[in-house]
């Protein structure tokens, strides 16, 4: 894939580069702020954007802030986020202005090269990839909407905005795939989404939360 990476940490961002160039990737540019980050990804529209939330001049939100501005213009663009924080309000925004292509990780909770790698390809692929921490920060910002669903169901939601298929839920959690899939078509009842037509009922459950 074609990737740009934006990380104002020198040591990191020259790090990542020689690990995608050895997987195989072309590293079209990599830059430390957000500013280049939007000038370059509209010069050379890359397949995947990989950003870190707080970089230069202030270091709060500008990854963040470029990552959804890269969703709104150049929507074919994916990115992943990666960052020691969970910047809970763009964070929301980027995942309800597009659902797909797009990913969020934890810096310190990547434990292995491979997870690193494996989500860039699945945002990259139009997927999703999402650590456990962020989600589970992400929807007890909408605690309220969850009273109808079972411990269970809210296990199950949660796997599906990692970015996972029922397989893998399936796996992940020690059950059938029949029960996952029983579990899914329990959320989607108790959201009232049964009769939705035109689009992925599995995202607008995701979203329906993260709104609230």
């Known amino acids: 894939m074609r990737v740009i990476l934006a990380e104002d940490s020198t040591l990191l961002r020259e790090g990542l580069v020689r690990l995608l160039a050895e997987e195989g990737h072309d590293v079209v540019a990599a830059v430390g702020d957000a500013a280049a980050l939007l000038s370059t990804t509209a010069a050379h529209l890359p397949d995947?954007?990989?950003?870190?939330?707080?970089?230069?001049?202030?270091?709060t939100d500008e990854g963040l802030r470029a990552a959804l501005e890269i969703r709104r213009r150049f929507p074919g663009v994916g990115v992943l986020v990666l960052s020691?924080?969970?910047?809970?309000?763009?964070a929301v925004d980027l995942l309800t202005e597009h659902a797909d292509g797009v990913g969020y990780l934890l810096k310190d909770r990547v434990a292995q090269v491979e997870e690193f790698l494996d989500a860039l390809r699945r945002v990259g692929a139009g997927g999703a990839a999402f650590d456990p921490e962020v989600?589970?920060?992400?929807?007890?910002?909408?605690?309220?909407?969850?009273?109808g669903l079972t411990d269970r169901e809210r296990e199950v939601l949660a796997?599906?905005?990692?970015?996972?298929?029922n397989n893998?839920?399936?796996?992940?959690?020690?059950?059938?795939?029949?029960?996952?899939?029983?579990?899914?078509?329990s959320i989607f009842d108790k959201l009232e989404l049964s009769g939705v037509d035109g689009y992925s009922r599995r995202v607008l459950a995701i979203l329906r939360y993260l709104r609230a």
């Open 48 to 59: 995947v954007v990989v950003t870190d939330v707080r970089m230069p001049p202030t270091h």
């Open 84 to 90: 020691q924080y969970v910047e809970q309000r763009y």
């Open 135 to 147: 989600v589970r920060k992400l929807l007890a910002r909408s605690a309220h909407p969850l009273g």
């Open 159 to 165: 796997r599906m905005a990692e970015g996972h298929t």
């Open 168 to 185: 893998a839920i399936a796996t992940r959690l020690h059950i059938s795939r029949s029960a996952v899939e029983k579990h899914v078509n």
